[in-house]
């Protein structure tokens, strides 16, 4: 039993009454030599939630009846709720009033003040504040005579922060500036702090994106000592590299990406059996050769967790020097892989696989668009892809019955729009449209999930330590409230034990219908987030026993993590010892980086969010067909065929009083019985878009639905 385990089961003892901490290493015999190390253990409790310090330094157990142990989440309007990992589902709100000088995201402990009944949330008030989360905040100056003050860009902070004149580094009004917080709010005074830097004006080219990367902390400037060892490796493979390797350099393989894109870290083969099966072969750039285990570059790629894609640029987890660079399979130079070989029957299932170092040369680099023109019948094979051509087509007949197999077994597939945005050399957004996702996207998917797939139940059933990517059951309380939603459409799911396949059954329902944008995104709402863990776990929406990520190891660490327990694995070389290392590391490894991989879709959405706003703005006054996306108790939103989603809010709707019918998820005319459902269509107008808050408002311009008068 370790020391913390021991601390918690002697505070649990009916008799133990709270402490100090010299009284507690007294009662543990601490020698004095080690109580500095003794009292750091309960600091570190204290910050974790497993044990509270009172206010007269006294220790004891959080007693999880009238307390609770959570993060923050804030509102611009002062108030929040307490989000607890412990207590899902019961979130507790907060009033301005009993925040006690928390901001959003502090790591908090909150009193129940009043318990959860029918539809209201239980109450509560913050009691102590055990980790900081904004140590700086990104915001817009605004300058005072002899002080001013900073509006925070994440509007979750309710406060503005006051900055004297010596702590304003010369900004000017409307200056986007970083700010290191000197003073946290109390009651009745707001927080303080001093500039430390000034971006520039929100207009300048690249500052509003700029601002968004210090806002998430993205870490977008490699220290030198990384930059020293991407530079220092070699450009060219050794010979005794490539002899101790499977040499696959005739093999005819390729990529296919992106126009764009320039880290290609996946190349495929194929080939038809005579048993009229298929030989995939899947080989992805061997990223592990080059970043060592512990060193300066593996531990910056461990602390960035993966890149991050924002419109005008791309924050890598490796420098240019290997992403673009040796780990990329540029066409035509010999490259360092990890190839996996799967032999797969006519019914799409993998009967026999091989997982070997190779060495290969990418003979074509394909783009997505050129290759589905040729797979749905717009160009023909003498073009540009006359070589590959015969292989394409080989490749479209397996990508069909993979997916067939995983539709069968009930893997859900959400096929949202995605947006593409297009900028200027400003950065300003000039176009907003829908991204295709088309032949040679899927067929590329499909290819990373059956070899994802692959690799996870081979060290599944080898028993090593390894990196799951799981995704839980649904929560049964949002599935309820999904249930009666499509109810009101006319759907329903049957059965007590809930399967992928039911819901895949209701996308598959719902295709092509008005509605489905609508329903797909609640069901996905629905969902659980998919996460990385040491501890194998099935991927509910893959309806998949074992998934794991191991093609992108250039821009995820999770999949650069195990193509080194694979080599290790393969090369005979996984001590006991080094296993008991990774049982320790793997869940650490797992946490990070799927905390992230969070925190990079929340800045590559704050980032079209803000550019979607930027679009509209110019667009005033302009008319637009879309769909109601969401009704509320303040109004509905509807989505443009662009993509662009924009609030009615219900005092923007003159012609009647307007009410949110919770029962039936409509929204209803006092007077005229006027009814608004998800998926109607209607035509808007753009009457507004809030650039710092990225909103946008639209009104009814008319409407394109049936009417109860």
């Given amino acids: 039993m370790s020391m913390r385990e021991i601390i918690v089961e002697f505070m649990k003892q009916p008799k133990y009454k ?26 570190s409790m204290e910050k974790e939630g497993i044990i509270l310090k009172a206010r007269n330094e006294r220790y004891g157990l959080l007693n999880n009846e009238y307390m609770a142990l959570g993060v923050l989440e804030g509102n611009e309007k002062g108030f929040g709720f307490v989000i607890s990992k412990d207590r899902p589902g019961e979130d507790v709100f907060i009033s301005a009033e009993n925040m006690n000088g928390a901001m959003h995201g502090d790591k ?12 209201r949330k239980q109450e509560g008030e913050i009691i102590r504040i055990l980790e900081r989360a904004n140590e700086t905040v990104i915001g817009t100056y605004e300058g005072n005579g002899n002080f ?55 207009w300048e080219k690249g500052t509003d994106i700029l601002s968004i990367v210090r ?6 400037v490699f220290p030198e000592d990384v930059i020293k060892e991407a530079q220092a490796v070699p450009m060219r493979i050794p010979e005794d590299e490539i002899s101790r390797r499977r040499d696959l350099r005739q093999l005819k393989l390729f990529t296919i990406d992106g126009a764009d894109a320039k880290d290609l870290d996946d190349a495929v083969s194929i080939e038809s059996l005579d048993n009229g099966g298929y030989r995939l072969g899947v080989h992805i750039a061997d990223v592990s050769h080059y970043v060592k285990d512990g060193s300066p570059l593996d531990k910056e790629a461990l602390k960035r967790g993966n890149s991050v894609y924002l419109l005008d640029r791309v924050i890598p987890m490796l420098p240019h020097e290997l992403s673009n660079g040796i780990c990329s399979l540029n066409p035509n130079e010999d490259r360092l892989a990890m190839s996996v070989i ?74 949202f729009p995605e947006s593409y945005i297009e900028l200027d050399e400003n950065g300003k957004p000039i176009d907003v449209r829908k991204l295709e996702r088309r032949v040679a996207n899927r067929l590329i998917e499909e290819f990373m999930l059956v070899c994802n797939e692959t690799v996870a139940e081979r060290f599944f059933w080898a028993q090593i330590p390894f990196l799951y990517r799981i995704h839980e059951d649904p929560n049964p309380e949002k599935v309820a409230d999904f249930l009666r939603f499509i109810h009101n459409f006319g759907y329903s799911i049957r059965g007590k034990e809930l399967h992928p396949k039911d819901f895949q059954r209701l996308t598959d329902e719902i295709k092509g219908r008005r509605e489905e944008p609508v329903i797909s995104t609640l069901l996905l709402r629905t969902m659980q987030k998919a996460v990385y863990s040491s501890e194998p776990g099935k991927h509910f929406g893959l309806a998949a ?35 008991e290392h990774l049982e320790g590391r793997l869940p650490e490894v797992a946490d990070h980086t799927s905390m992230t991989e969070r925190r990079a879709e929340e800045a590559e959405r704050e980032v079209d969010d803000l550019k979607k706003a930027q679009y509209m703005a110019e667009r005033i006054g302009e008319e637009y067909d879309g769909i109601v996306s969401s009704v509320t108790s303040f109004g509905m939103f509807v989505q443009l065929e662009n993509t662009i989603e924009g609030l009615v809010h219900f005092s923007n709707m003159e012609d009647d009083f307007y009410f949110f019918d919770e029962e039936n998820y409509m929204i209803v005319g006092e007077r005229t019985k006027r009814t608004y459902r998800l998926g109607d269509e209607v035509r808007i107008k753009v009457i507004g878009a809030d650039i710092g808050k990225k909103n946008i408002d639209f009104a009814i311009a008319s409407v394109n639905v049936d009417t109860d008068d």
């Fill in 18 to 43: 709270p402490m100090l901490k010299e009284e507690l290493a007294v009662a543990f015999k601490i020698d004095r030599k080690y109580q500095r190390e003794f009292f750091k253990s309960l600091e």
């Fill in 108 to 119: 908090v402990v909150v009193n129940i003040l009043k318990r959860r009944e029918a539809s």
């Fill in 148 to 202: 001013g003050f900073v509006i925070p860009d994440n509007h979750k902070l309710s406060y503005d922060i006051f900055i004297p004149k010596a702590g304003s580094m010369n900004a000017k009004d409307g200056h986007k500036v970083i700010v290191e917080l000197t003073r946290w709010p109390e009651p009745r005074r707001n927080p303080e702090g001093s500039v430390v830097e000034v971006l520039g004006y929100p």
């Fill in 215 to 220: 806002m998430f902390n993205l870490p977008s």
């Fill in 342 to 415: 799967m032999d797969i029957d006519k019914k799409g299932k993998v009967y026999a696989h091989e997982i070997f170092e190779s060495v290969i040369n990418s003979k074509a680099r394909l783009i997505y668009d050129d290759v589905s023109d040729l797979l749905e019948g717009k160009t023909s094979t003498e073009g540009k892809l006359k070589e590959v051509a015969e292989e394409l087509f080989i490749m479209k007949e397996l990508m069909d019955i993979l997916r067939a197999r995983r539709e069968r077994r009930g893997s859900i597939d959400f096929d």
């Fill in 545 to 579: 026993q074992y998934y794991s990520h191991f093609t992108s190891p250039i821009r995820r660490y999770p999949d650069l993590q195990i193509h080194r327990i694979i080599k290790e694995t393969l090369r005979g070389s996984l001590s006991h010892r080094r296993m």
